[in-house]
């Protein structure tokens, strides 16, 4: 965008406060339109050539940003701009609504730093809508494709893995990290107290179910993978926090006694995590893969223990917008 397309919009009831902001305002390049009423400010809003509004705090500037949010559909970043003994930053930028501050009288600098700070921001904003629409069009999606779900209320890995590898193609998109985390009993020692080890009943895979359900967040998804195994996927979860998870799950099981053939044994699960990083080319069926590796070692080196496993993708070079 040419300097010539550049604008910045200044509210200032004041006459005098409002010559003298304009006059900051072109010292720094841009093209400064002024407006004294809120009849002024909002014709001025139909210039394409706007990047940011300067907004003078109190009473008028409040109530013309409360309309420019609630009513007008602008989306323009809002500097608040306060005098140097004027009330805390905080209370300004809450009252209005706005992006940000700026104390006059302010720099290029100060100016340029806010318009792109405030233009990041509202990329942002714009990515966590889309992010929110796709949630619910994903949550609308498994209404409809789920069939009757396994015990825990959980849907099963066929029901819904095309679904979650769209999720992963939309993470390496917009950027934002992902975990896998595949949770299974420990094997039993045999009814018969031998050495035997033997796979856990279905009742107890269903303890298991509620156990997870306890311990994850409602944004995370639970989902039945095999007979005494659950796979969950962790959204914007990096392996650290995956890790917190999986020690919450393994801290939960280990409350539960079952009681077979005679006998108390007190459960315990192993945990394997997989995840995605911002930037990282994977995919969902790999992830799903070294999860599964994961929980192999940790039950191979005795059980009752958290592992993950660092897989590394093809790092991203443009995104849009920008063992325990």
Do not use: W
Request: proline share 5%; with cysteine.
């Amino acid at each position: 965008m040419s300097e010539l397309q550049r604008s910045i919009l200044v509210y200032e009831p004041q006459a005098s406060a409002l010559k003298r902001t304009l006059a900051l305002v072109e010292q720094t390049g841009y093209r400064a339109i002024g407006a004294t009423t809120a009849e002024q400010a909002t014709a001025a809003l139909s210039e394409e050539s706007l990047v940011a509004l300067l907004v003078a705090a109190g009473a008028p500037g409040v109530e013309f940003c409360h309309y420019l949010r609630e009513f007008s559909g602008a989306s323009l970043p809002i500097a608040a701009l306060l005098g140097a003994v004027d009330e805390t930053d905080a209370e300004v930028v809450a009252k209005m609504g706005a992006d940000g501050y700026l104390r006059r009288p302010f720099t290029a600098t100060a100016l340029e730093s806010f318009v792109s700070l405030a233009r990041q921001l509202g990329r942002l904003r714009r990515q966590l809508i889309d992010l929110r629409g796709s949630v619910a069009e994903l949550e609308q999606r498994l209404q409809r494709t789920a069939g009757p779900r396994r015990p825990g209320g959980f849907h099963s890995f066929e029901q819904v893995k095309d679904q979650l590898a769209l999720e992963v193609r939309r993470a390496k998109r917009y950027g934002y990290p992902l975990a896998i985390m595949v949770v299974g009993i420990d094997p039993l020692p045999a009814p018969a107290g031998g050495a035997v080890l033997v796979p856990p009943p279905p009742e107890v895979t269903a303890g298991l179910a509620a156990s997870i359900a306890k311990s994850v967040r409602a944004i995370d998804m639970p989902i039945h993978f095999a007979a005494e195994r659950i796979l969950v996927f962790l959204p914007h979860t990096d392996l650290a926090g995956a890790e917190e998870v999986g020690r919450r799950v393994k801290r939960r099981i280990m409350t539960i006694t079952y009681r077979g053939g005679g006998k108390a044994v007190q459960l315990t699960a192993s945990v394997g995590l997989a995840g995605m990083a911002p930037g990282e080319d994977l995919t969902f069926s790999r992830l799903v893969k070294s999860a599964l590796a994961a929980l192999k070692a940790a039950q191979l080196k005795g059980g009752n223990r958290v592992m993950k496993r660092v897989t590394r993708g093809t790092v991203l070079s443009n995104l849009a917008g920008g063992g325990s």
